[in-house]
Structures are given as C-alpha cells and as structure tokens.
C-alpha cells in the first residue's frame, strides 16, 4: 500500500485520514497533475480502494476515471486500472458469497451507477472504441465492463450499441481475436447483447456469425467439447429463436449440412460427461427451432426437407435405436425427431421404415410405444413418445390406415407384437397413465380420417372366457360406466379423460360410430349422468384440472352433437313412419276406388256396395287409430301429471311437518318464557319480604332518562 500513500502524501502519526479523504486527495491528484506517472498511480491506488470503498470511489471518482479513457489513450496501463476501477464499481464482488439482504445492497449499488455510466451514451461509445485497442489488458478489461453493463440494464445499452457507428461489428471481431479468454468472453457479451432484440440478432447474423460459431463448436470438440462449446450453442439459440429471417440465412447458407456431424455417436455410449449430455441437448434444441410448429409451414417444410436430404434426420433415429444414451438426451431425441417429421410425408414415410437394432428387428413406432405403456419408464419419456406418435400421425391418412390395420381381425399377426395390440393393451392395463397415453394416440390415429373412423369399429375384443366378444367402441363406453372401479383403483380421473377425448374423436362427424354408439340404450343417459354429477375437478392437481377441463367442455358439446343427431333420427323415423301409413292408405283407398269404378262400369251394384262399405269401415279404422294415439298421449300426460301432483304433494307434507314441528317450538319456548318470569316474580317477593326495595324496570328506564336530561342541563349551563 505504499503508493497510496506515496500518491495522497505522507500524514503526520496518528492522523491517519479516513477512506473517503484518502479517495478524495486521489481524485484531486488525478485531476490536477500534469506528470502520467502521477495520475497512473492515482488511478492504481483508487482501483485498490475500490472494491473496500465502492460507495465513495463510485459517487467522487467516476467522472475523473471517465476523463482518464478519454485524454489518456496513449497509455494501455493506466487504461486498464481505469477499466477495473470502473468494473468493480458497477459489478457485485464475485468471489464472495454476502447474505441476502447485503446482496440486494450490492445489485441496487451496482444498478445506480450502471444507471449513472449509461446516462450519458457517449460512455458506451467511447467503450466501444477502446475495445479497438489490441493490447490484451485493455480490450479483456473493455469486454468484461461492457458485459456487466448489459447484465445490469440491457434494453438501455442495447439501444445504444445499436446506434453507435459500428458497435456490433466491433464486438463481432472479439470472435476472430486469437486470444482465447478474449473470444471465450466475448461469446459471453454477445449471448447478452443478443437477448431479445430481432435488430441487433440480425446483424449478429449477417456478421458471419454462424460460420464463425460453427467453426469454433468444431476446433473444441463438437458434442464432446467444454463450456466454450456450450456458449457457442446458447449464443445460436439467441440468434434463431423466434427469429424468422435468421433461420431463413441459416438454411439458405446450407448451415442444417453442418450439423450433422454433432450426432455422430458411437456403439459405446456409456459414461458420457455433465459436459456432453448438455451440449448434444443445446444441439437438439437448435434443430428444434427450426422445424418448431410456430414457424411458417414453408420455413418448417423447407427445413424439414433439407434434414432429410443431407442425412440428419438418419442420424438422429440412430441416436434415437442406440443403447446406453442418458435418459434425458434420448428424451429429448425423440422430440426433435417428432418435429422433424411432423406433416412432412417423405420423412414420415422414412421414420415408419426405421427399425430397432434387435433380433427380430421391430419397427422403431412398435420400440417407442412399447416404452409408452410401461409404467416403469420415466413420464416425461412416455410423453415424449406420445407427441412422437401424434407427429408421425400429423396429415398422415396412410400412416393411421396402417396403425388402424393392426387392430383389425384380417391383419393381426399373433407372432409378433404390433403398434395396434400395444395399444389396445396400454387402453384396458391397470396403468391409468398408460389408459390416458393410448387413448390419445389412438384418437390421433383417428384424427380427420372417415375411413378409419369406420373400420375402426370392425375390432372386436374378447373379454373374458366364455362371453361373446364386444366392440372396442363398446368395451370403452362399458370402462366409462365403471366408475367405482376406477376409483378403487386411483386412476378413475386419468383413465375416463383419455377414454373421453378418444370417443370424441371418434363419434365426430362419424354417422355410423354415432349409430353404433346410440345402439347401446345406457351410453347417452350415462355420459349427461356424469357431466351432471362430476364437478370433481376442484380436488384435482393442477395438471388434471386443465385437460379434463378440456376433455369435460368436448364431451359436453358433443353429447349436444349426440343429442341434435337423436332427436333428428327420431323425428325421421315419425316422419318415415307416418308416410308409410299415409302411403299404405292411399294405396288402398286406389285400390278400392279402381274396384268402384270396375263395378261401377259392370254395372254390378253389390259389389260396389261391398266396397263402398270397405272404404267406409277402412277411414272409420283410420280415425279410432288416431284417436286412440290421442287417447295415449293424454294418458302419457295425465301420468306425467300424476307423478307432478305425488311430488307437490309430498313437499306439501313435508312443509306442514316442518310447519308443526315449528309451532310445537314456539310452545315449548313460551312455556318456558313463562316459568322464567314466574320465577323471577317469587324471588322479588322473597326480597321484599327480607326488607328490600324492589325497582320496576320502568321506574329503572324512567330514572336512568331524567338522570340523562340533568346531565344534559349542566353541560348547557356550563356552556
């Protein structure tokens, strides 16, 4: 510490000076010397005092540090304390770990005077321009100051950044420094300056920052490399995510060829590092992002097509057949598979062709649905294998005519396990994950698709020995009813949800699964029962609360699709009925008046007299039918009254019970009103006979009233 001193001056014993007086003299000594050397060890001694005395060097030394980058550039020594000064100023110490609330202290410190440096934007230009210089010092020192600038208040510096002339293009050139702790904290800046802002990723972009970023994941090791390989893939996200225009120059520069090597995994995939399993996800999620369903069909068809021309949509179903990769990874393979087939029929076609590496080789969807309905694999993995399956479905009719044939009698092959059997297993198991998880498949591979809709209802199901086969359709309408069942056995929510939205999917807009359904007289009486009596959705998870919310709203609306299609079949078949009846009547009555006019030209009167009699007997018969429907509907109506008047009557009798019940009380609380006031009438007998003088409660009200009135006189008298 002998500069300090050698810099404020030597004090007399025992009149050390405070910390802010010390700053103070240096501040002082580096605005009034004329001497370099003076001021570099101002400014040296001020950065040790820095981090002790962050308050005082930050309120009285700022401004002269300022003045120091903008008159001394010449010297890259006393521009580097400077900058350090500057960064311990703005930037909470890293080394130590402070309580809670002097960690607050520390950030709003460092907020207020990153607040106070980017009040005046010329500050972040002239940082701009110090990051031109190449001494090592200097520009690392630049780099780290301008990063925790953009940490503390982003959108600010940004705005700046992105005004000044050439401020992107500066920091883009950290990529090319040969010096690695420059470049390694330059990709650190640029993930901060890139956050958020479509302008500045843009020209990031146009920079030639994807071939420099891929050559750097690439001199480090791809998948097996370190951190640096890391920040490299964060800083690619940052630039493509919901970036339309970037992912369109990162496919129009044939970058998606470049990727491939990344999943190149060989036959031992066991032990791999923290490092790697995080890499190889960033990777997948990159390839994620440009097939995501949020983009535009085209960009995500383009991409899509050029995945599969150059071999990456093969490497990732390699990835996805191989053993020993980490759970998460292949998790997270089987997503950005299901993306990059998704709607595209070429990769579709491709992926129902892959199969598992075993002996006999199964296909791939049979591999993956097989882990779906095992309840001893990880959720996320079953759900992961179901988005893949509604993705491989997506716009494909072929794809869910093949999964549909696996079910059906004429195909079912009793050797080998098929998509179909797993699931209609996965549908009825003990598991209600694995109910819930087959349901929905199966509603996909019914999705918009007539066809299968039908020959879906052609599979039969044996239930147990014995008993003649039931309808798949029928058997899980039967599971729906049993809901006792399934509350024994937890799963009663899971299970009824994915079985409903499998029946949505299938009754709509299906005439004849529509019929099939209303051939059994207990479904529509039992699906209103249950939407009238399950309000069960407070005592659910979070989770189950919304898909059955779902699920509880489509059934609803199609019970109303149900009930519309009913009533118009009944309202048909009265109509159909009524004609025939219509139809047979004038038929005869043709018939009769044909007869007529034969006899009436024969001249033989007794037979038309015979069938003037018949057509007379025959209207006669008409009109007792209809009378006698008549006749039916008023008794119909006349029941229907009855029942009402038992049901009014009976709440009749319940209300004059309650009536009675309630006069007995007021009774019984009288008499009991009158026993206390006699009571209370012998004990002021018994007091007065003592000697006592017994008080009225009105004579009690009477004094308590004049006392208030002389009250009220005093006060008046004393006003």
């Not at 950290?174 to 890139?194: F, K, M, P």
């Not at 690439?218 to 919901?242: F, R």
Request: with cysteine; hydrophobic share 40%; proline share 3%.
């Amino acid at each position: 510490m002998n500069y300090i001193w050698e810099a404020v001056g030597r004090q007399p014993p025992g009149q050390q000076p405070s910390g802010a007086e010390t700053i103070q003299k240096l501040c002082d000594r580096v605005a009034s010397s004329t001497l370099l050397e003076d001021r570099r060890d101002a400014v040296r001694a001020i950065k040790s005092l820095s981090k002790k005395y962050r308050v005082e060097v930050g309120t009285m030394a700022m401004d002269h540090l300022l003045r120091i980058l903008q008159s001394d550039r010449t010297d890259t020594e006393i521009l580097g304390y400077a900058l350090d000064t500057l960064y311990n100023i703005v930037c909470s110490d890293e080394e130590e770990e402070p309580e809670e609330n002097q960690q607050k202290q520390e950030d709003d410190l460092g907020a207020r005077f990153t607040e106070e440096f980017i009040g005046e934007p010329d500050n972040i230009t002239l940082l701009l321009t110090l990051l031109e210089e190449f001494d090592f010092h200097v520009r690392w020192r630049g780099v780290k100051l301008l990063t925790v600038l953009l940490k503390s208040q982003c959108a600010p510096v940004q705005s700046i950044v992105l005004v000044s002339p050439m401020g992107v293009s500066r920091l883009m050139d950290l990529l090319a420094d040969s010096r690695e702790v420059i470049r390694n904290d330059g990709l650190l800046l640029l993930q901060q300056l890139t956050k958020g802002n479509t302008a500045i990723q843009k020209i990031v972009a146009f920079e030639n920052a994807f071939e420099r970023l891929l050559e750097i994941i690439t001199e480090e090791g791809s998948s097996d490399g370190g951190i640096v390989v890391e920040d490299c893939l964060l800083l690619l996200l940052n630039l493509l995510k919901n970036n339309s225009s970037n992912q369109n120059f990162f496919k129009e520069g044939s970058y998606i060829q470049k990727m491939k090597p990344w999943f190149e995994v060989g036959d031992d995939n066991s032990g791999w590092s923290a490092q790697k399993v995080t890499n190889l996800h960033l990777m997948l999620q990159l390839v994620r992002v440009m097939v995501s369903p949020v983009n535009s069909p085209g960009a995500t068809a383009s991409c899509q097509k050029a995945m599969f021309q150059c071999g990456l949509l093969q490497q990732l179903c390699t990835i996805l057949m191989a053993t020993g990769v980490p759970a998460d990874i292949l998790t997270e393979t089987i997503n950005t598979v299901s993306e990059v087939i998704r709607g595209s029929e070429v990769n579709q076609d491709y992926f129902a062709s892959v199969n598992a590496p075993s002996n006999p080789p199964r296909p791939a969807i049979v591999v993956l649905l097989m882990s779906m309905v095992n309840e001893r694999q990880p959720f996320v993995l079953r759900c992961a294998v179901l988005y893949c399956f509604q993705c491989f479905l997506y716009k494909n009719h072929k794809g869910q005519g093949e999964i549909v044939a696996t079910l059906l009698p004429s195909t079912i092959d009793a050797s080998s396990m098929s998509a179909g059997q797993l699931l209609c297993g996965g549908l009825f198991s003990a598991d209600s994950l694995s109910n819930w998880c087959a349901a929905v498949a199966l509603a996909h591979a019914l999705q918009d698709n007539l066809t299968q809709k039908e020959q879906l209802l052609r599979v039969q199901l044996a239930t147990s020995l014995g008993k003649p086969p039931v309808s798949l359709l029928q058997q899980s309408t039967n599971i729906l009813s049993q809901g006792d069942k399934l509350e024994r056995r937890g799963s009663h929510v899971q299970t009824k949800v994915g079985l409903l939205m499998l029946l949505c999917t299938w009754i709509s807009n299906c005439p004849i699964a529509v019929m099939h359904f209303l051939h059994n007289q207990d479904n529509v009486p039992f699906v209103s029962f249950y939407l009238h009596t399950h309000t069960y959705t407070h005592t659910l998870s979070h989770t189950h609360t919304h898909s059955l919310t779902h699920a509880h709203s489509t059934v609803f609306v199609w019970l109303q699709e149900v009930e519309l299609l009913r009533a118009q079949l009944q309202s048909q078949s009265a109509e159909i009925a009524q004609l025939q009846r219509e139809k047979h009547h004038s038929v005869l009555c043709l018939c009769l008046c044909l007869c007529l006019c034969q006899a009436a030209a024969a001249g033989d009167d007794a037979v038309r007299s015979e069938l003037e009699s018949r057509l007379s007997a025959q209207t006669l018969k008409e009109q007792v039918q209809a009378l006698l429907e008549s006749k039916e509907l008023m008794e119909k109506e006349l029941s229907s009254a009855t029942s009402s008047a038992a049901i009014m009557q009976t709440e009749k009798s319940k209300l004059q019970q309650e009536l009675q019940e309630s006069k007995k009380e007021q009774d019984d609380l009288l008499m009991l009103l009158a026993d206390q006031d006699q009571k209370i009438l012998s004990l002021k007998h018994r007091l007065e006979d003592l000697g006592e003088t017994i008080e009225d409660e009105d004579d009690l009200d009477a004094r308590d009233q004049f006392d208030d009135d002389d009250d009220e006189e005093e006060e008046e008298c004393d006003e």
